[in-house]
């Protein structure tokens, strides 16, 4: 890209500013102008600003762009991959930072160079944050347009993109819209004031009979529920155990673990900043028995919104829904701390439809600049994978296991990327 400061590339200051200044913002005298951001120092030093923003920021569904977990990934995760690079958009007003877009680019299969959300797989949400005071949509559309333009590659693939969100109204129709039917799946709890009165408002047959599961768990030995946010001691061996749970599922039952068995990972959500007392980031809930966990949450909470990252159980438990009884022990949680959505994320599975009251349609945008951009990005993405994926889904789980088998045989168990 072209974007640069003039602090970053001396003498090229009148040539940026030509390709990269949009219109002032209307009501405000300085015009905004873009920088994008390739190095761990430069990225350091937008500390302050970018947090600041996170504070602000005018859009909802923004946590997979805050910078505790944009940095937190990228030096524990994004380090190993040595095809990534640093693509984070920066919109200034004057000397004030009032929108970012953190990206990376990266290399897909045949070589495809591409613009991807900055800690793609695990940016569960594509989106921007921004400063509204600041910022308006007419300003966010040319801030996007002008990175789009700019980007020397393949290929731009944007998935999971919220319906209303200020990404998907700043993308326009702007590229290819994949024909898929994704949905984020959200338990709105600001109608609730207590945890009784969402009881209430279940049937007689629900409480009953999760009331039936929950003794009969309890009969096994003593049952409680913890919840220690990151500056806990408990959070980080709850991550641990979370991620040990999780991965051994994967395992038994041949689900692809590629993006849960990167390099790294394991640190980048112990290593996540949690405030007890203010009651945000990164946080673990813990469903025990007997003083040992056997169904643990990983989430992120942020101005009232709370994101279900990670949710495992212990697989000798299996039979006892241990899962189901943490996640209406975290819902109790929630209530009681004000938690206004409880979002249980994008990936299908049938117990969502029980714990959620809301839906939010996700779009997957892809601009393709060459054929292998068009290859990989419309044909491949956007067709081929989702339709694969859903009949690899359906396969018994021996073939299943088999075929993970192979595929880790032919590119290496090392190979920390997901496809």
Not at 22 to 44: L, M, N, T, W, Y
Not at 204 to 225: C, E, F, I, P
Request: hydrophobic share 40%.
């Amino acid at each position: 890209m072209n974007f640069a400061p003039k602090a970053l590339q001396p003498g090229r200051e009148q040539a940026d500013k030509a390709k990269t200044k949009p219109p002032a913002i209307a009501g405000h005298e300085h015009p905004i102008s873009i920088e994008c951001v390739q190095s761990d120092k430069r990225f350091a030093q937008l500390a302050n600003d970018w947090q600041h923003l996170d504070g602000i920021n005018g859009d909802g569904f923004a946590v997979f762009q805050s910078f505790d977990w944009c940095s937190k990934w990228w030096h524990t995760v994004g380090q190993f991959n040595p095809d990534a690079r640093l693509k984070i958009m920066v919109l200034w007003h004057g000397e004030k930072l009032v929108a970012i877009w953190p990206l990376m680019q990266d290399l897909l299969p045949l070589g495809t160079k591409a613009l991807l959300p900055l800690t793609s797989p695990h940016a569960e949400y594509s989106n921007l944050i921004f400063d509204p005071a600041f910022v308006d949509q007419a300003a966010l559309a040319h801030f996007v347009g002008q990175v789009l333009d700019q980007f020397e590659g393949d290929l731009v693939s944007l998935a999971k993109i919220p319906q209303g969100s200020a990404l998907q109204l700043a993308l326009g129709d702007k590229g290819a819209l994949a024909p898929t039917d994704e949905i984020a799946s959200i338990f709105d709890l600001s109608q609730f004031e207590s945890f009784e009165q969402y009881q209430a408002s279940l049937s007689k047959s629900t409480r009953r009979n999760r009331n039936k599961r929950k003794n009969k768990l309890a009969r096994l030995g003593n049952l409680t529920y913890q919840t220690h946010f990151a500056d806990a001691p408990e959070y980080a061996q709850l991550v641990a155990t979370a991620l040990h749970m999780k991965r051994d599922w994967l395992r038994r039952t041949a689900r692809n673990d590629a993006k849960l068995i990167m390099d790294g990972l394991t640190q980048c959500i112990s290593t996540l900043e949690g405030n007890s007392k203010a009651r945000s980031g990164a946080v673990a809930g813990a469903l025990m028995l007997d003083g040992q966990p056997v169904a643990v949450e990983i989430g992120l909470l942020q101005h009232g919104h709370y994101y279900s990252y990670i949710g495992a159980f212990d697989w000798e438990m299996r039979e006892h829904s241990v899962g189901k009884i943490q996640i209406e022990e975290a819902l109790k949680w929630a209530i009681e701390c004000g938690v206004k959505n409880y979002d249980l994320l994008a990936e299908p599975a049938g117990y969502k439809d029980s714990w959620s009251n809301n839906q939010v349609a996700l779009q997957t945008r892809v601009v393709a600049s060459s054929a292998r951009g068009f290859l990989v990005g419309i044909m491949w993405q956007t067709r081929v994978r989702p339709i694969a994926k859903s009949v690899f889904n359906q396969l018994p789980n021996d073939w299943r296991q088999k075929i993970i088998q192979l595929v880790h045989s032919l590119r290496g168990t090392a190979n920390h990327k997901a496809s």
